[in-house]
């Protein structure tokens, strides 16, 4: 793709509340785009984002789905991402690799508490935005009280660029206050052809109030446009770039107004898209670290570099894995070889698609901007980056990433135990942050995530997809062991397993190593590099001892859980009638002599927790905080909304989620983060 051809595409996101209407939106966009040839309804379960049966049964969008349209000169990919709160890690994952979003308001509910979350969601990857108001035909709709929503809730700066003539049931138009036209869309063709007419009188008047409103707010926001503002002498082209310039500096959020489901204010709202929200030239370029994570790296973006992107989403569909790409760099062919920097392996590209919802276009070539799904990764997770052989790059490292709870599972019966595997083995492989186990003495399946809400998804996902509902046990924290002192360990094992007698003795210290240096597993000198050679252990042997070890690491004694960040040395094993089974137990048996004389202690995980409230909720939020053994670091100001910040246990925060929506009336939200691991 060419650097004019890379100008001209836009990725995009639509962002909303539930029921907003942003799958309805979607499908105007496809249709006039031609993309479709005849639009479905959400309400009659036959949109073309909604293509997962459970989708179009409950109305909602499940999958961000991905689909590629053109409009006039513009090339855009757009992603439908979930609106539903139980979905937010899915919109996280969507608004990585966005360039900018269209944000869709309900003219009557305005400003919802999920529009808040998934708004804050983009500002914090620094997604430039345009809003739509949509449903002005539905009794209540009120404009004003949207755009001041968008102002007081969200800390936005509203700039109205079409607004409506008439609400609510009066609703018959829209007036682009930038040109000073009615626009008024044609029923009869499903609103395909739209009539450009003067404005006059009252409508005009109205066109003039908000044209004087939205110039005063680019002359605040752009001092280009303010010079020539105070001269009074722009074009409808300076007032056009005067909103691109700010909506791309995050400064004014440009407003269209209309009804989707009417077919009125789509196509105004697609040559927003085009005009005011950035090319992949536009936003900075991304930065990552190379492999080790020594150094900072910038990439360069154009289509002649060497091939990088970053895996967003992993599809699992019959079996057969499709990654889903935002490719940031050079070119990606049929039959490239890629290295998946993440997990050091190198893959072939056997396929690539351009995305169509369900629908699929063969490409034989994409470039730096395009968001293509790709076969043949089979090892590719979410967030793994994927570059030409060669290129040092981490565009994200997944490694920090640790699951802090688990749960148990248990089929209700034994049909139901295949499908609970089937769904377990997809879902873990298209989210990494999903740990899957089996319990080997109750049969359950132990599954761990990163919060409360992550596996309420798992279970969530598992009913509307499968059918299935398996008995769940009470989340659990996931815990480490570790050692607060130094210790000797003794092992000696001696007896017969079935018809052969084994034997092995151990001797090992164990003493804390730091706090995330990791398991340190070595022999003594005098082991290592014996003065006499003939003294030496055979290396079966010291093998066998290095993983016993390691296989004792894995369980604690008081808990089960792993041991983390000792230093084992091993300072004598004995070489008489020694056999490898009898040495693999007694280093096991010594582990947990040496663990228990060493301080063995038990560590929680702690967490990083981010609160962003309005002010009169603040109160509510530090309080509910505190009250989980919460400890304050920073209270601060973002965007017109409060934040607090601090750390808390895991254990204590079970219910937090709801309690906390519960005591802000669904307007507060947070975030964890795991931040390290410490004693209970």
Not at 111 to 124: G, H, K, L, Y
Not at 331 to 338: N, P
Not at 564 to 571: F, K, N
Request: with cysteine; hydrophobic share 40%; net charge negative.
């Amino acid at each position: 793709m060419s650097q004019d051809n890379m100008k001209n595409l836009r990725n995009i996101g639509i962002i909303a509340h539930i029921d907003a209407g942003k799958t309805t939106l979607s499908e105007r966009i496809l249709f006039y785009t031609r993309k479709i040839h005849r639009m479905g309804e959400v309400h009659d379960g036959t949109a073309t984002m909604d293509f997962m049966p459970e989708e179009q049964e409950r109305g909602i969008t499940i999958a961000a789905a991905a689909s590629t349209c053109r409009w006039k000169d513009w090339t855009l990919n757009l992603i439908d991402t979930p609106g539903h709160v139980d979905f937010t890690i899915e919109v996280e994952r969507s608004l990585r690799v966005l360039d900018g979003a269209v944000g869709v308001f309900c003219a009557v509910g305005g400003v919802e508490p999920q529009s808040e979350t998934v708004w804050r969601q983009s500002e914090a990857f620094g997604v430039p935005k345009i809003a739509f108001v949509n449903k002005m035909d539905r009794v209540g709709a009120n404009f004003s009280a949207v755009l001041d929503a968008l102002h007081d809730r969200l800390g936005a700066t509203p700039a109205a660029v079409t607004v409506p003539l008439g609400e609510g049931p009066e609703f018959h138009a829209v007036a682009d206050v930038v040109s000073l036209k009615k626009l008024i869309f044609d029923e009869d063709s499903q609103g395909q052809s739209m009539e450009e007419l003067p404005l006059e009188g009252e409508e005009k008047d109205l066109a003039l109030l908000w044209r004087e409103k939205t110039l005063e707010t680019l002359g605040e926001n752009d001092d280009t446009f303010m010079e020539r503002y105070l001269e009074e002498s722009f074009t409808e082209e300076d007032i056009h770039e005067a909103i691109k310039r700010a909506t791309l500096a995050r400064k004014v959020t440009p407003v269209f107004a209309g009804s989707a489901l009417k077919n009125a204010g789509v196509q105004p709202l697609l040559d927003a898209v085009g005009r005011y929200l950035p090319s992949p030239l536009d936003v900075p370029a991304p930065r990552g670290s190379s492999v080790d994570g020594t150094k900072e790296k910038e990439l360069d973006i154009s289509p002649k570099a060497p091939f990088c992107g970053l895996v967003f989403k992993v599809l699992m569909e019959g079996g057969r894995k499709t990654s889903l790409i935002r490719i940031y760099a050079g070119s990606l062919k049929e039959g490239d070889v890629v290295r998946n920097t993440a997990q050091k392996k190198d893959e072939r590209v056997s396929r690539m698609f351009r995305m169509d919802a369900d629908q699929q276009e063969q490409l034989a070539e994409a470039s730096s901007g395009d968001i293509v799904a790709v076969l043949g990764l089979k090892s590719a997770r979410t967030g793994d980056t994927v570059a030409a052989p060669g290129l040092d790059i981490l565009l994200e490292n997944l490694e920090s990433v640790k699951p802090v709870i688990s749960m148990a599972l248990e089929p209700r019966n034994a049909d139901e135990g295949k499908t609970l595997d089937e769904a377990l083995s997809r879902y873990s492989a298209e989210d990494p942050t999903l740990g899957v186990t089996q319990d080997e003495d109750s049969g359950d399946r132990i599954i761990s995530g990163m919060g409360e809400l992550h596996l309420d998804v798992v279970l969530e996902r598992m009913r509307r997809e499968y059918g299935i509902s398996p008995r769940a046990g009470q989340p659990q924290v996931v815990a480490r062991e570790t050692v607060r002192a130094e210790g000797e360990g003794h092992g000696l094992f001696d007896r017969d397993l079935g018809t052969v007698h084994h034997f092995g003795e151990v001797v090992l210290t164990m003493a804390p190593a730091g706090r995330d240096a990791g398991n340190r597993v070595e022999l003594a000198e005098a082991l290592a590099h014996p003065a006499d050679v003939k003294e030496a252990l055979p290396k079966a042997l010291v093998d066998e001892v290095l993983q016993g070890i390691s296989d004792s690491l894995l369980s604690g004694p008081q808990t089960g859980y792993p041991v983390q960040d000792v230093l084992v040395t091993v300072t004598a094993i004995r070489k008489e009638n020694a056999t490898a089974a009898g040495c693999r137990m007694a280093a096991s048996m010594a582990v947990r002599d040496a663990m228990e004389k060493a301080r063995a202690c038990v560590l929680e995980p702690i967490m990083d927790v981010e609160i962003v409230a309005p002010e009169e909720a603040l109160g509510s939020s530090i309080s509910l905080f505190q009250n989980c053994g919460g400890k304050v670091e920073e209270l601060g100001e973002r965007g017109g909304m409060r934040y607090l910040s601090g750390i808390a246990p895991m254990r204590r925060l079970f219910g937090f989620s709801t309690a906390l929506r519960s005591a802000t009336q669904g307007r507060a939200g947070f975030t964890l983060r795991f931040r390290h691991y410490d004693s209970m």
